[in-house]
Every structure is written in structure tokens, then in C-alpha cells.
């Protein structure tokens, strides 16, 4: 594989027919093997997503940031593209489930934003046929580049041949990779086991880089020239000298780097704590409580009563702040596990909690409230049992009534987690002291 010459930067869209065929392995792993060649690698991640960056920026080396159309728009899209490109010398886009799938698809952000694909396919359960598949998405969409096809899983170097050989020459087939212990990653529920749970993941993506190495495939990965339009513009320090106390641990971690990102530009300083550490709310003007994996933790944290006790006493001090999915949990009186394990929360909110087997919700909303609208999506397992009446209703991308906003002392708490940048004066607003 060739990677970029000083001062240009390479860049490729990463995708697949489907989800579980090994994108995101063979993204961190062709990450890992560039950066020990000595290359900087930036990794973008299409769609909303927070455990699939958290294994690509242990492999990069970098925070991994989403490109996503509906939440960012074309700016904030072409922004990060434009920004990557100014700084590294190789850009790798891992794409979400299918080529073709969602609105709008992989396919459409690469000919949109000036990107050719790689195609990563699973060969475990097939040989020959592979060869239609791909002439199948070549025809469906002429205007896509697909600039290299790789066979994933296969089983033997029969099989190897086998796929090869009845790949015509117009396609470009760049090679296979063996079923390999090395290129394997646990999951659960929500998708990848997070980053920080993986003992000696370091290694282990070493372990993938030299398997791909191994490999010896052959494709190169195109210059890249961004395509014009407007950038972001800068947002206003509208929260200069405002202190935001963030929950960050195994806990709490489903956070955007953006979002920090747009706090600290606004001004904002941030002071970490981590609930599970037992440590208390530090002092603060503000509050954010995270998304993340509070169910997988309810032993520690109904023990932790220092952590409950200042979670309540910030909410009874009226102070603002955000409290999103797992976050909104804990402020609740309990949650209990698939498991049915119970663990009891800070009970600063009358609700409580039950997971069950199947999502309750999951896709893009939108909040528009006082004129301000802020963009997000929702994922949970969870229900919540409460007669606390939400004062406003995200909506759904289908126009359909979304989740609930509940004021919790001076907290905004919801289900949904938002993109903040969609519109920083609402965060702003969110976030101010009252």
C-alpha cells in the first residue's frame, strides 16, 4: 500500500455491503500499521458513533471525529475534512453499515466530499459470487470510484485463490485477508467493547497492523483535494471563564471530542470527575453528565455515596446544566440491569430505570425549543418509570414524537445526546450560569 508524500495528504472512504464485515478492525489496523511506518493518520468516523472512535483514535494516535451530514451539515463536514487534511498525512473515513445504506449514504458522502472508496468484504460464507456482488455495486452507482476491494475471513489460501481468480480485471480486487485471531475486537449490545476494557489493546493492534502487513495487499490510496463551500465559522466566547464539571470514566464516555471541543472555544474550562473514582462534582458553574455505561457499573456507583450525594446537592443548588441518556439515569432513584440487578442513583430525579432486551429507541432527533434548534440522535436499551412530565419533546427524523426533556433542578435531562455545534448558542445557553 502506498501512503502519502510530505506535504500531500491521502485519504480513502473505508466501507462495506453490510455491517459486521470488519470495517472498523481493518480501519484501526490499517491505522496502526501506517503510524508505526512513521505517517500521521487522522480517522473520521461517518454517522453517530462513540465506541468505534474510541478504538480508532487508540490506533491513530488522535481523537477520532464524526462526519455526519445531518448533524454537521455540509460546513461542519467540509470543516473537519479540510482541517484533517491541513495536518496529516493520511486520512481514513470508516464508513457506517452498508455502502448504500441510510440517507445519506456512504456512497453519496464519498462523491460528495471527493472521496473514493475501499471495499472491506467478509468471504467467510462465500467465494466466486463475491465477484457479482461487487460488479452489482459498480453498475448501481457508475459515478462512485471504488478504487480497491479486499476479501476479508476467508478461510484458506484455496479459498484465497478461488475469490481471485474470478475477480475480472475491471475490478480492483487488492487481496485477501486469512480468518485471523489478531483481527478481532468484542462487542456487546450497543456495538464494540469500549477502548479503555480491551486489556493490551495497543498490542493488539499491533498485532493487526503486521497482520495486514502480512497480507501484502495491493492498493494505493488516492491523493485528496477537499471540494469548495463554506467552512464553520468560529463560534463567540460566550462561556469565557465559565467552569464545566464533565463526568469521564468507563461510566460516562459516550462524548463527542467535538463537544469539548466547542466548549473550550467558547470559553469554557473544563474539569473532569469521575463518578466511579467516587469523586465528588468539583466546583463548577455547570454540569454535564454523559451518555455511557452506568448499567455495567451499578454496584460501584450505588456504593460511591459521596459522588450521589454532590450529584444531588448541585441539582438542589438550581445550577445549569446537561444531563444525556446514562447521565440522566443516574440522577434518577435506580437502574436496573437486563440482569435485574438493581442499583440505587442519586435520586435527584423522581424516575427510574429498567433495560430491556430490545432498543427502545434509536435514530436522529431534533429539539426546537425558543426558537433554537440543536440536532442529536438517541440509542437506549432502557425505559424509564417515572410520572415526571417532560416540559418539551425531541422529534424524530420521520416527524415522529421523540424523547422527553425534563428539568431536573437547573439540569436539562433527555435520552437524546446532542451534537453541540449544530448550534453553540444553545449549548451556550445551557450551559450559562444563571
Not at 152 to 176: D, F, I, K, Q
Not at 308 to 320: A, F, N, Q, T
Not at 372 to 398: C, E, P, Y
Amino acid at each position: 500500500m502506498v501512503v502519502s508524500e510530505k506535504n500531500k495528504c491521502r485519504a480513502i472512504l473505508i466501507a462495506a455491503p453490510s455491517s459486521g464485515q470488519g470495517k472498523t478492525v481493518f480501519t484501526a489496523a490499517l491505522a496502526r500499521r501506517m503510524v508505526n511506518l512513521g505517517k500521521s493518520v487522522r480517522i473520521l468516523k461517518v454517522g453517530p458513533d462513540y465506541l468505534d472512535p474510541m478504538i480508532l483514535e487508540v490506533a491513530s494516535g488522535r481523537p477520532v471525529w464524526n462526519l455526519d451530514w445531518w448533524m454537521m451539515g455540509k460546513s461542519g463536514c467540509l470543516s473537519v475534512l479540510r482541517e484533517a487534511a491541513a495536518q496529516v498525512d493520511v486520512i481514513l473515513v470508516e464508513g457506517v453499515m452498508g455502502l448504500f445504506d441510510n440517507e445519506p449514504s456512504n456512497a453519496w458522502i464519498a462523491k460528495h466530499f471527493n472521496l473514493e472508496v475501499a471495499l472491506i468484504m467478509d468471504m467467510a460464507k462465500f467465494a466466486q459470487t463475491a465477484a457479482a456482488v461487487v460488479h452489482g455495486m459498480q453498475r448501481y452507482d457508475p459515478e462512485l470510484t471504488l478504487s480497491a476491494v479486499i476479501g476479508n475471513r476467508l478461510g484458506s489460501e484455496h479459498h484465497r485463490t478461488l475469490v481471485a481468480e474470478a475477480m475480472p480485471v475491471s475490478m480492483p480486487y487488492a487481496g485477501s485477508i486469512l480468518r485471523d485471531d489478531r483481527m478481532t475486537i468484542p462487542e456487546r449490545y450497543l456495538g464494540l467493547v469500549q477502548a479503555k476494557e480491551i486489556k493490551d489493546l495497543s498490542n493488539q493492534l499491533d498485532d493487526a497492523a503486521q497482520c495486514i502487513e502480512e497480507c501484502g495487499l495491493d492498493f494505493t490510496i488516492p491523493y485528496y483535494t477537499p471540494t469548495t463551500g463554506e467552512l464553520l465559522h468560529s463560534p463567540e466566547a460566550l462561556l469565557t471563564g465559565a467552569v464545566i464539571a464533565v463526568a469521564r470514566d468507563d461510566a460516562f464516555s459516550f462524548i463527542y471530542p467535538a463537544n469539548i471541543d466547542l466548549l473550550e472555544s467558547m470559553g469554557a474550562r473544563i474539569k473532569y470527575f469521575s463518578p466511579l473514582e467516587n469523586e465528588t462534582v468539583p466546583d463548577c458553574d455547570a454540569l454535564w453528565l454523559p451518555g455511557g455505561y452506568p448499567e455495567l457499573h451499578l454496584e460501584t456507583l450505588s456504593s460511591n455515596h459521596e459522588t450521589l450525594e454532590s450529584i444531588r446537592s448541585y441539582v438542589d443548588s438550581g445550577k445549569p446544566g446537561l444531563a444525556e441518556c446514562g447521565g440522566m439515569m443516574v440522577l434518577g432513584k435506580s437502574i436496573t440491569s437486563k440482569e435485574r440487578q438493581k442499583g440505587v442513583m442519586a435520586g435527584a430525579m423522581n424516575a427510574s430505570f429498567i433495560f430491556e432486551a430490545h432498543f427502545q429507541s434509536v435514530g436522529y432527533q431534533s429539539l426546537d425549543n425558543g426558537g433554537h434548534r440543536i440536532l442529536g440522535h438517541s440509542f437506549h436499551h432502557s425505559k424509564m418509570k417515572s410520572d415526571q412530565k417532560a416540559i418539551v419533546h425531541w422529534t424524530k427524523k420521520n416527524g415522529g414524537k421523540g424523547e422527553g426533556v425534563y428539568q431536573v433542578g437547573g439540569l436539562l435531562a433527555s435520552y437524546s445526546h446532542a451534537y453541540f455545534r449544530s448550534n453553540p448558542q444553545w449549548i451556550a445557553s445551557v450551559f450559562a450560569a444563571n
